[in-house]
């Protein structure tokens, strides 16, 4: 697969009217393929700009971002720290640092269409400076109005995959990685139905010679048109933990379990769990896995072991998350 040089990707996004500043609600942020949740300040679009809040898109993409109050500045860490961008609040002036060497670097100065801001005391920076100044890849669709970022790491991992027939880079990585999907028992609902929805496990075979030590998922529904009656784990063995909290950010349930050190089974294909709702009312409503990055990590993960080394499948090159929405009319 080509690498798509999109480094331009905001500049072109079109918006009706003149506007100075709008807040984006509906706009989704997606690292890697991972939805990010921006918990207390949505995006905003600023002279056709989108702006995040600093850490949620650049912690997301492994990056490490400092603070400096007394100078308002902010300096953003590249993973391999071998490059770093330094922005003021409310200045459009930045620098871009790139390290050849210890002591040998090279230091650019460039001017952003927008400054950065600070917005319900939090720090707001453009999107695009990920894209253009840390070498990922950025694009813009204004139909369902999504910005896709794609880091370097997983470009370079895309451009490794050779396409299977029929299929792009990206589908044949995702047919080679353990899936984590949902169904569902009913496609038709009717207020006072009981509607089982569960958690797959696939393609566990990549990753058949570990143990599965847990699973932790969660799943987005309508609270309005469902209630959440129950979470039945499917194991054959005994559970060393379990939880799950239905009200985890206000749209989703969150469900955690893992296994008995002593009985942990082999990883295989199959249920692992089964959320029972009720429906509300006669409208139904769809089903998703959440693939969120929050402050408290991957929403949806995978935990083997392999000897004494614990696993986690969480990242995009480890874990496909099937996020398709499973609609029940």
């Known amino acids: 697969m080509k690498r798509k040089l ?9 918006l009706s009217g003149s506007l100075t500043a709008l807040a984006a609600d509906d706009i989704t942020v997606s690292v890697d393929r991972r939805t990010i949740h921006f918990e207390d300040q949505a995006p905003v679009i600023i002279n056709d700009r989108v702006l995040v809040p600093v850490r949620g898109v650049f912690e997301a993409l492994g990056a490490r971002v400092l603070w400096n109050a007394e100078e ?43 400054a950065p801001q600070i917005i319900n005391d939090r ?3 453009p999107l695009y400076l990920v894209a253009d100044y840390m070498s990922n890849e950025a694009v ?3 139909e369902d109005r999504s910005v896709t970022v794609t880091s370097k790491e997983f470009l370079k991992l895309l451009s490794e995959t050779a396409p299977a027939e029929n299929m792009t880079a990206e589908e044949t990585l995702n047919s080679s990685l353990t899936s984590i999907s949902l169904s569902t028992d009913k496609a038709d609902v009717q207020g006072g139905d009981e509607v089982t929805v569960r958690v797959n496990l696939s393609n566990t075979a990549v990753n058949a010679d570990k143990k599965h030590f847990g699973t932790t998922a969660a799943v987005h529904y309508n ?25 985890f950010m206000g749209d989703s349930v969150k469900f955690i379990y893992l ?43 995978i935990t083997l072991t392999a000897d004494t080394e614990d696993i986690i499948l969480d990242t995009a090159d480890k874990l496909y998350i099937d996020t398709t929405p499973v609609v029940v009319k």
């Open 6 to 14: 999109i480094c331009t990707l905001l500049s072109v996004l079109m």
């Open 72 to 114: 308002r500045k902010v300096t953003v860490f590249s993973k391999d720290n071998l490059s770093r961008i330094v922005l003021y609040i409310d200045s459009t002036d930045f620098k871009q640092v790139i390290f050849k060497s210890l002591l040998n670097y090279e230091v650019k100065d460039f001017t952003s269409e927008v």
């Open 123 to 125: 720090t707001m920076i």
């Open 140 to 142: 813009w669709n204004g």
């Open 223 to 247: 609270r309005d048109n469902y209630t959440l009656k129950s979470c039945n784990y499917i194991t054959n063995t005994e559970l060393g933990a379990s939880a799950y909290n239905p009200d």
């Open 259 to 301: 296994h008995d050190p002593a009985t942990m089974p082999e990883f295989s294909d199959g249920t692992v769990v089964e959320l029972v709702f009720t429906a509300n009312n006669d409208e139904g409503g769809s089903f998703w896995l959440s693939d969120r990055i929050t402050k408290y990590g991957s929403d949806t993960h």
